[in-house]
């Protein structure tokens, strides 16, 4: 296994999906039966077609009345109506099972999801989830709309139509099965290849969408050094090895379906035989060989259909498998614990940390964020500080050393407690479809309209988002009010003081406005961390000038701390920074 998909989230093995199918079943197995017991129904109904059109051709051969011929071809007319009412409801209700069982399957999974760690995901990327959630869903969910109830009226009149041709003569029954172990052999032929085939697809399709994201969520850099040649290449390379294991689906396919009609020719063939010696031997009528005749060229479109759908099975087994995968991510049992309300104070002592074995980023940080204390962190791309902050966080434990968020370590503070306890805000915001009032409760789900306000007011909002064309009912986000970057980072504040944990990581959450609105970001960061525990990554270091300390780092290392007057008066690294960042900018509060 290379070391790229050793890195992708869980995927269930076979048997684990097919329990997994049956434990979503489970609580709807009336629904099931109900289903079952229609489709065998509305089989069987359809099954009298051939003896009615057998009993015809006796009756054109003894020149019976137009009359009884009449009867029979109005039985005909009856039977085709009374099957197709009963294979539309019970389509239906395979239908409504095959919905609900999905929509459990997807609840489970985004539950699973968004309870993964962030550093588990990172790792996968987020190409891996992207994919699991939109091309193998729709791929189920288009399976269970179509594919799911054809395949079961298929199977249904398979096993049926082979029991209507023992009644009518065993014989007629035995020739038919001389096409089964041609297409036993065929399907397992197929099936022991197309399962770790679909199952590929997947995840080159995963790389694939991973890749695309990279290139278009960075477009600006790959532009600025341009790498435009490279990226393309890349997209190419995945995009080709997607299309390859494609082709190789479709020769698998062909040869598939070349096997199976060799069956259905002996098949055909022995049948008629039969059917031909039968009625010499005066043992069968003309109009039971037909029927027997029939019987088995009947179950020409039953068997392709299944066997197309056997494809379509197995590349969406494949896409399912994924889901189960991520859906059964086990829960951690550890009962999360919750830091003392108010009281943070955060200890980080002898901390390393490596994302590859080898490679240190942070090298015995030491570092005490006392309550209430506001700090920043600054230094040069690469010092190491978003790596500090996503380890303060929580979202990954260190490599070695210790992190305490007020005595327990922050990646124990699971669940609500987390929430309840610590916040991380990055400069990457999303903005959720829908009223922006909907989009602040997502930080207090019971807030009144009168905290929205109080809370946008609070961050210098409230102006903008009264003004917006419905006020906090305006529709932000897709399909929505488009806010601009500044807005959305007043957006995650107001969200935060709603929220209201005792300690917040800011990761550069001015980066994304522009000078004039990161000033007025800058003033909403230090009401909305008023009177909290504060770690920010500072972008500009006019916002690490009115902390209350400054940390800098350099290669992993903290090499200075101390206010901003005192690092200045120091002439060292910081104040080398500030000369340097300050030399063109209008640095007056």
């Known amino acids: ?19 997994a199918v049956a434990e979503l079943l489970r609580p709807h197995g009336s629904l099931a039966v109900t289903a079952f017991a229609v489709m065998v129904g509305a089989t069987a109904i359809g099954l009298l077609t051939q003896p009615l059109l057998g009993r015809i051709v006796d009756q054109a051969a003894d020149r019976a009345s137009v009359d009884a011929i009449t009867t029979t071809a109005a039985l005909l007319v009856a039977v085709a109506v009374a099957q197709g009412i009963t294979t ?40 891996d989830l992207t994919a699991r959630v939109t091309a193998d869903v729709s791929l189920i969910a288009e399976a269970v709309r179509n594919a799911l109830p054809e395949l079961a009226r298929s199977l249904l009149t398979i096993l049926l139509t082979l029991g209507a041709m023992a009644l009518l003569d065993w014989r007629f029954l035995l020739a038919a099965l001389l096409a089964v172990p041609v297409q036993v052999a ?21 790389a694939q969408q991973q890749q695309l994201l990279d290139t278009v969520a960075g477009a600006s850099t790959v532009r600025a050094f341009r790498l435009e040649r490279q990226h393309t290449e890349r997209v190419t390379e995945r995009s080709r090895s997607v299309v390859a294991l494609t082709m190789k689906g479709v020769r698998l396919v062909l040869g598939f379906y070349s096997r199976l009609h060799i069956a259905e020719y002996l098949g055909l063939a022995a049948v008629l035989f039969t059917g031909y010696w039968l009625v010499r031997q005066g043992s069968a009528s ?48 550890a009962p999360a614990q919750q830091a003392e309300s108010g009281r943070i104070e955060v200890v980080v002592r002898g901390l390393r940390h490596s994302y590859r074995p080898g490679h240190p980023v942070l090298h015995d940080i030491d570092l005490t964020i006392r309550h209430g204390e506001r700090v920043a962190l600054v230094g040069a791309s690469g010092a190491g500080k978003t790596t500090l902050a996503r380890l303060v966080a929580g979202i990954q434990p260190p490599t070695e050393g210790t992190v305490l968020v007020d005595g327990v370590p922050p990646t124990e503070l699971g669940g609500p407690a987390a929430g309840r306890t610590v916040a991380l805000i990055t400069q990457e915001t999303h903005v959720f479809a829908g009223p922006l009032a909907d989009d602040l409760r997502l930080a207090k789900p019971d807030a009144t309209d009168d905290e929205l306000r109080a809370a946008l007011d609070r961050v210098d909002a409230l102006g903008w988002a009264e003004a917006l064309p419905d006020g906090l009912d305006t529709v932000v986000g897709d399909g929505g009010h488009r806010l601009t970057g500044d807005r959305t980072q007043a957006l995650a504040l107001a969200r935060l003081i709603l929220a209201d944990p005792p300690l917040v990581i800011l990761d550069e959450a001015t980066a994304e406005a522009g000078s004039a609105g990161a000033r007025a970001l800058e003033k909403a960061v230090a009401r909305a961390t008023d009177g909290r ?12 000038a009115t902390a209350d300390r400054i940390v800098v780092m350099d290669a992993g290392r903290i090499v200075e701390t101390g206010t901003h007057d005192e690092l200045r008066a120091a002439g060292g690294r910081y104040a080398a920074l500030w000369a340097a960042w300050s030399d063109t900018r209008d640095t007056r509060p």
Do not use: C, K
């Not at 029927?291 to 039953?302: D, G, I, K, N």
């Not at 525990?533 to 690490?544: E, K, M, N, P």
């Open 88 to 127: 539309g409801f019970g389509l239906s209700l395979i239908s409504r099972l095959g919905e609900t069982t999905l929509a459990r399957l997807r609840e489970r999974f985004v539950e699973r999801a968004l309870g993964l760690p962030l550093e588990r995901v990172e790792r996968a990327g987020a190409g």
């Open 533 to 544: 525990t504060a770690l920010i990554v500072a972008h500009r270091l006019s916002q690490a």
């Open 186 to 206: 065929t399907a397992r032929w197929y099936v022991a290849r197309a399962v770790p085939l679909y199952a590929e697809q997947r995840v080159a399709a995963g």
């Open 1 to 19: 296994m290379s070391e790229s998909s050793a890195q992708l989230l869980p995927v269930a093995t076979p048997a684990r999906t097919r329990a």
């Open 286 to 333: 003309v109009g039971t060989a037909t029927a027997a005749a029939l019987y088995f060229h009947s179950l020409f479109t039953p068997v392709n259909a299944a066997l197309v759908l056997l494809d379509d099975a197995q590349s969406a087994m494949a896409g399912l498998a994924r889901l189960v995968g991520v859906a059964d991510v086990p829960v951690s049992a």
